[in-house]
């Protein structure tokens, strides 16, 4: 997986981007839903994910693009520390699948 | 009670591209047009009057939509309208709204408006002087008519306290006044009426199945549980086109009897409206994983584009936007045969001497833009720098709204044009 960068379009460090290898892409689904996310996706093509925390992932299983999406309540402040945690959670994730 | 109420009455006259909840008129808008064409209006008249003129709008337009919503749910009561009312501001993505009303006024509180929470994150350090949600107010007022079975235009309200002043929560006070005259209601009658024949578009083979697959996407659009509609990245508000409608060209109009000299810098307001729409927006929308996912990541040809532009202006409800002219870098020509301006104009201020689309106007300006100028390949992030470097620095282009139907032109066309002397070059 990419290093996480800030997204196109992020403004204030809401949207923050990862890329999956593409040995990965078919397996996200999965590791996220066993790890308690809730899917809420509306299309195959656009796979959305929430956490409790409302926090999300955004994902394009066709390109392996992903999308955090910290929720918009969070204070400015604590954004960008947010959206590493949330990284760390989808590489446990998908780690424990393979583990 | 819930949001399926919001969701299942949507439609849309497909083929002209307008928008609908039980056949009132909406179109789609984000958090950063919303913000800019309310500055607009109170840039203009000042923030007394602005407020006046923004809730009196929303007051209106939600009369209309809230009563249909009524009728149609077969919500009879008092309490059951009001439920109705607090569902379908959390549909249209307005936030949260509770009310303690009688048929003599009362208040009501707002929890996560989508103004007062858009202008804390989009102007963190800019503490406001005067309260932000007056749409939130006229709909307040509209849900007190509605609930008691008022006459339209006859609640007062204002809101006295705001997040944005620093406020613990936004706070409504309304109040029963008398009626103000009436208005006749935007419905999807009148805009059919307006609407002119089709025109067909280059690169229609491309756009189509791009507005079909939006609307699909968007159609399942819904409030969070604080009533926000969070998609592409952006918040997002379905809402009456009345309310821009109104607002714009009544702001207009009270220049053109009190401050005529200032009516050309209202009217290039109401066109950078349309750059900011394009711009935030659309831009938005493509650079979103939604878009990558459900269309393909933009590639940066010219065609995909203009295609893509036109698709999303269409799928938000903004017209049947057509390309029926471009020269690459040099000019282009949009032609719809109306847009969401056009089809309220005619029908509230009369035949038209000079066009009058100016978000239209705008739009296709910033349209150019992201075709002629924007380096889609470099994954290009849609923040106030690229915003400020591609329009505050003087742009290459001119614009002229050639035709409009609300001066009774068959459509609305719009020429983008290189000035003379001018290159597409950003330094």
Known sequence: MTVLTRDQGCRRDLLWRLHLPRDEVAHLVSALTRAGWEDRSM????????????????????TGRIQIRVFYLTAHAKREGVAHKVEAQIRAALAARTG | MDQRLVSDERGCMHDHAFNFIADVPTVFHCHHFNLFWDQTVDDGLGQELGTVIRTNAARESFHDLLSALADRAGAHNATERLELARVVAQGL??????????????QALG????????????????????????????????????????????????EQECLTLGDARCRFRAELGEPAPATTPMRRSEVEQAAGPLVHSQLERDIQPIVDTLRDFTASIRGDERGLVEAF???????????????????LRHLQRTAPQSVPVMQALMREAGHVCVFNT????????????????????????????????????????????????QRLVLRSPATYESTYYPSREGRAEQSQCFMFQGAAVATMQLVARVQWQARPNFDQALYDELFRGGMPWSCEETQCVSKGDPTCEVVVTLREGRSTFIA
């Open chain 1, 43 to 62: 299309v195959p093509q656009v796979r959305d994910f929430e956490s409790d925390e409302g926090h999300s992932v955004v994902f394009v299983p066709r």
């Open chain 2, 93 to 106: 993505g307005m936030g949260t709204v509770r009310f303690d009303l009688d048929r003599y006024g009362g």
């Open chain 2, 111 to 158: 929890d996560h408006l989508h103004h007062a929470i858009a202008w804390l994150e989009k102007y963190p350090s800019v503490r406001r002087r005067h309260p932000t949600d007056a749409l939130t107010a006229g709909f307040v007022a509209a849900a007190a008519e509605v609930a008691f079975q008022l006459p339209r235009d006859s609640m007062r309200c204002r």
């Open chain 2, 233 to 251: 990245g952006l918040f997002v508000s379905q809402l009456p086109t009345t309310y821009y409608n109104r607002i714009g060209y009544d702001a």
């Open chain 2, 282 to 329: 659309f831009g938005a929308i493509m650079a979103s994983p939604e878009w990558e996912g459900l269309v393909g990541a933009p590639t940066g040809d010219t065609e995909n584009t203009l295609a893509a532009c036109m698709a999303i202006a269409r799928a938000l409800g903004m017209g049947r936007w057509c390309v029926t002219e471009y020269v690459h870098g």
